[in-house]
């Protein structure tokens, strides 16, 4: 039984030695994600071009445009003369953001200690005007404080912001346990279903079904070499997340690393359900894509918040595998939760298994009878 | 195991919801015997096959392989036969000495076994220079009776092959057919199915189906006297054109 299941896994592993293209999606694609992400999906900005509006052009006026720049993360780039002019500097993209601050600046706030000043963005992409307007917030917010603790106002609310498990709120946080979600999806159940559904196609698979191997020794045999390469490629993006971004694993990497083989396993079955499934490896690759890519990207909780989906997707966002394992990681990995805190996740995960490895089993009895 | 025949079929059957693809067909196969299983295109030679070796199961009907039942004792099947599919089966991304290895491996033949295997299919091809390219890069008729080779590593007392010479010209077919004549002469049973008249004129006794039904059967001599014409082609373009105009 060992002997043949040897012989099995070399020559799995002969194919996959021979075909460039499996090791480039194996561990090419695996460094590329987390680049590709790393350096361009990121809610971080720096020297947002800003524009200002100065209708007081009084001292605090000034002290208040002076500052802004002063972070580092806003750059003035226009001195607008009207609200016109400031639009057209939207307009022609110079501008991300603009600041308005009305007549009698300085007289309204020291006499009344209230005044008003407008902050307009250019929301055609919104998460990054939501998080600029956030930011400028913050600093008048900030300015108004400073100039208080001058002038002594009477009653006012300090409201102090803590950012707990990413207090700097680095995007490679919420993107490596994304990747490492999608790149296990995309190896276990793509290949797997990609490399079964090439035996149909070729008419191999009919002759291991006449040998005396039993089905379920085949689908193991040739399931196997891909659980190793993509247990291998989880860990090096777990590494590279540490090395390059600094992802820490606060929680205990033993428990981690086992949950990842649960989710792998899950994809394993996933990816042999859709070979039962598919005739053909084109119909395989689609299928894959349409069920496993795609939603795990987008429905995941990767990209999106599943919070501000509509009702309907939420619900669908439930069925995906790869939403329960990126909360195990960033519960292990970001706050170092234990067993207990894992726990549901990771039995809907078991759950999922039991019922994608019963359901293939199914339908390769029906394809084969 | 002992038992006359190697093959015993009787009332096989196969539908697919409503249509019979295999009609109740009956036939024995003898030991040693080259048995040619002839048919047009869809005349259900490849269901009946895959029924046989145990791919597929029956409707209706029974049949024994080895003396062994195709329903219970189809582990017993597996060990005792070989098999060809038309598409020929190899892996074309391995080389012609890791296809042997690995198909020796499943049979769970032991490193020695495997490694006299290698070397008789290898030297009986003449494939020498060959033995390290990829299976991809030979020519189909080479591949095809690499692949009748392969289908006998582990020895067994029948092969079935479907339509293995498929796609090549008469004289590289003549070449497979001597390896089988070379097979039969060491006693192993060849279940061959084709639609090439010319082979049938090899085989030991043929059976002729049309439309899922055997309609006649009989060594290649008997056939054409029944019908009284000097070739194959006729007899089988008698059988047709009768189950077109009844």
Same mark, same amino acid.
């Given at each position: 039984?060992?002997?043949?299941?040897?012989?099995?896994?070399?020559?799995?592993?002969?194919?996959?030695?021979?075909?460039?293209?499996?090791?480039?999606?194996?561990?090419?694609?695996?460094?590329?994600?987390?680049?590709?992400?790393?350096?361009?999906?990121?809610?971080?900005?720096?020297?947002?071009?800003?524009?200002?509006?100065?209708?007081?052009?009084?001292?605090?006026?000034?002290?208040?445009?002076?500052?802004?720049?002063?972070?580092?993360?806003?750059?003035?780039?226009?001195?607008?003369?009207?609200?016109?002019?400031?639009?057209?500097?939207?307009?022609?993209?110079?501008?991300?953001?603009?600041?308005?601050?009305?007549?009698?600046?300085?007289?309204?706030?020291?006499?009344?200690?209230?005044?008003?000043?407008?902050?307009?963005?250019?929301?055609?992409?919104?998460?990054?005007?939501?998080?600029?307007?956030?930011?400028?917030?913050?600093?008048?917010?900030?300015?108004?404080?400073?100039?208080?603790?001058?002038?002594?106002?009477?009653?006012?609310?300090?409201?102090?912001?803590?950012?707990?498990?990413?207090?700097?709120?680095?995007?490679?946080?919420?993107?490596?346990?994304?990747?490492?979600?999608?790149?296990?999806?995309?190896?276990?159940?793509?290949?797997?279903?990609?490399?079964?559904?090439?035996?149909?196609?070729?008419?191999?698979?009919?002759?291991?079904?006449?040998?005396?191997?039993?089905?379920?020794?085949?689908?193991?045999?040739?399931?196997?070499?891909?659980?190793?390469?993509?247990?291998?490629?989880?860990?090096?993006?777990?590494?590279?997340?540490?090395?390059?971004?600094?992802?820490?694993?606060?929680?205990?990497?033993?428990?981690?690393?086992?949950?990842?083989?649960?989710?792998?396993?899950?994809?394993?079955?996933?990816?042999?359900?859709?070979?039962?499934?598919?005739?053909?490896?084109?119909?395989?690759?689609?299928?894959?894509?349409?069920?496993?890519?795609?939603?795990?990207?987008?429905?995941?909780?990767?990209?999106?918040?599943?919070?501000?989906?509509?009702?309907?997707?939420?619900?669908?966002?439930?069925?995906?595998?790869?939403?329960?394992?990126?909360?195990?990681?960033?519960?292990?990995?970001?706050?170092?939760?234990?067993?207990?805190?894992?726990?549901?996740?990771?039995?809907?995960?078991?759950?999922?298994?039991?019922?994608?490895?019963?359901?293939?089993?199914?339908?390769?009895?029906?394809?084969?009878? | 195991?002992?038992?006359?025949?190697?093959?015993?079929?009787?009332?096989?059957?196969?539908?697919?919801?409503?249509?019979?693809?295999?009609?109740?067909?009956?036939?024995?196969?003898?030991? #040693?015997? $080259?048995? &040619?299983?002839?048919?047009?295109?869809?005349?259900? %030679?490849?269901?009946? !096959?895959?029924?046989?070796? /145990? @791919?597929?199961?029956?409707?209706?009907?029974?049949?024994?392989?080895?003396?062994?039942?195709?329903?219970?004792?189809?582990?017993?099947?597996?060990?005792?036969?070989?098999?060809?599919?038309?598409?020929?089966?190899?892996?074309?991304?391995?080389?012609?000495?890791?296809?042997?290895?690995?198909? #020796?491996? $499943?049979? &769970?033949?032991?490193?020695?076994?495997?490694?006299? %295997?290698?070397?008789? !299919?290898?030297?009986?091809? /003449? @494939?020498?220079?060959?033995?390290?390219?990829?299976?991809?890069?030979?020519?189909?008729?080479?591949?095809?009776?690499?692949?009748?080779?392969?289908?006998?590593?582990?020895?067994?007392?029948?092969?079935?092959?479907?339509?293995?010479?498929?796609?090549?010209?008469?004289?590289?077919?003549?070449?497979?057919?001597?390896?089988?004549?070379?097979?039969?002469?060491?006693?192993?049973?060849?279940?061959?199915?084709?639609?090439?008249?010319?082979?049938?004129?090899?085989?030991?006794?043929?059976?002729?189906?049309?439309?899922?039904?055997?309609?006649?059967?009989?060594?290649?001599?008997?056939?054409?006297?029944?019908?009284?014409?000097?070739?194959?082609?006729?007899?089988?373009?008698?059988?047709?054109?009768?189950?077109?105009?009844?």
């Amino acid at each position: 039984m060992l002997r043949v299941f040897i012989a099995f896994v070399k020559k799995e592993t002969f194919h996959i030695l021979r075909d460039a293209r499996t090791l480039v999606i194996l561990f090419g694609m695996p460094i590329a994600l987390v680049l590709i992400f790393g350096y361009t999906v990121s809610n971080e900005f720096k020297d947002a071009s800003i524009a200002v509006v100065d209708q007081s052009r009084d001292d605090l006026s000034q002290k208040l445009i002076s500052q802004l720049p002063a972070s580092g993360h806003f750059q003035l780039v226009d001195y607008a003369d009207n609200i016109e002019a400031l639009e057209a500097s939207f307009k022609a993209g110079k501008t991300k953001l603009g600041i308005v601050i009305p007549n009698c600046f300085e007289e309204q706030f020291f006499r009344n200690g209230t005044v008003k000043v407008q902050l307009i963005t250019d929301a055609t992409e919104p998460n990054y005007a939501a998080t600029l307007t956030n930011y400028a917030n913050s600093m008048i917010r900030k300015f108004q404080l400073e100039q208080a603790e001058v002038t002594r106002l009477p009653y006012q609310i300090e409201v102090r912001s803590r950012m707990l498990y990413n207090p700097s709120l680095i995007g490679a946080y919420n993107f490596i346990p994304g990747v490492v979600a999608l790149i296990l999806m995309l190896i276990c159940a793509m290949m797997t279903s990609l490399t079964i559904a090439k035996e149909k196609e070729t008419g191999t698979m009919d002759l291991l079904l006449v040998s005396p191997l039993s089905p379920l020794l085949i689908i193991v045999g040739k399931v196997a070499p891909y659980a190793a390469l993509s247990f291998v490629s989880a860990l090096a993006v777990f590494a590279m997340g540490y090395a390059i971004f600094d992802v820490p694993i606060i929680g205990s990497l033993p428990l981690l690393l086992v949950l990842c083989l649960l989710y792998l396993l899950v994809a394993l079955a996933l990816g042999v359900l859709i070979s039962t499934i598919s005739k053909s490896q084109q119909v395989a690759m689609m299928v894959s894509m349409f069920t496993l890519l795609l939603p795990t990207m987008l429905l995941s909780g990767f990209i999106f918040p599943i919070e501000s989906m509509p009702f309907p997707l939420q619900q669908i966002s439930r069925i995906i595998p790869a939403k329960y394992f990126i909360v195990i990681e960033k519960a292990i990995m970001l706050k170092g939760a234990g067993w207990d805190a894992v726990l549901m996740p990771s039995i809907v995960l078991a759950i999922m298994l039991v019922v994608l490895l019963v359901a293939s089993w199914r339908s390769f009895k029906v394809v084969y009878k | 195991m002992v038992n006359e025949y190697a093959i015993e079929a009787t009332n096989l059957t196969k539908r697919f919801g409503d249509f019979t693809a295999v009609d109740a067909i009956t036939f024995k196969v003898n030991k #040693g015997e $080259i048995f &040619g299983f002839l048919g047009a295109n869809g005349a259900g %030679k490849t269901t009946a !096959i895959k029924m046989l070796i /145990g @791919l597929s199961r029956p409707t209706e009907g029974e049949a024994t392989i080895a003396g062994y039942d195709i329903y219970r004792q189809t582990e017993s099947i597996k060990e005792n036969i070989g098999y060809m599919s038309q598409k020929f089966s190899l892996y074309e991304d391995l080389t012609v000495r890791q296809n042997i290895r690995f198909y #020796g491996g $499943i049979y &769970g033949l032991n490193r020695k076994q495997i490694n006299y %295997k290698m070397d008789e !299919i290898i030297t009986q091809l /003449g @494939l020498e220079k060959q033995a390290r390219k990829v299976v991809g890069s030979l020519p189909l008729g080479w591949k095809q009776r690499l692949a009748f080779a392969v289908a006998g590593v582990h020895n067994p007392g029948i092969i079935f092959l479907d339509e293995p010479t498929g796609g090549v010209d008469p004289a590289t077919r003549r070449q497979f057919w001597e390896m089988i004549y070379e097979a039969s002469g060491e006693g192993v049973t060849i279940f061959v199915t084709t639609h090439y008249m010319d082979e049938a004129e090899y085989c030991d006794r043929i059976s002729i189906m049309v439309a899922g039904r055997i309609d006649a059967l009989g060594s290649p001599r008997e056939l054409k006297d029944r019908y009284r014409t000097d070739t194959m082609d006729n007899v089988f373009l008698q059988l047709v054109r009768s189950r077109e105009n009844p």
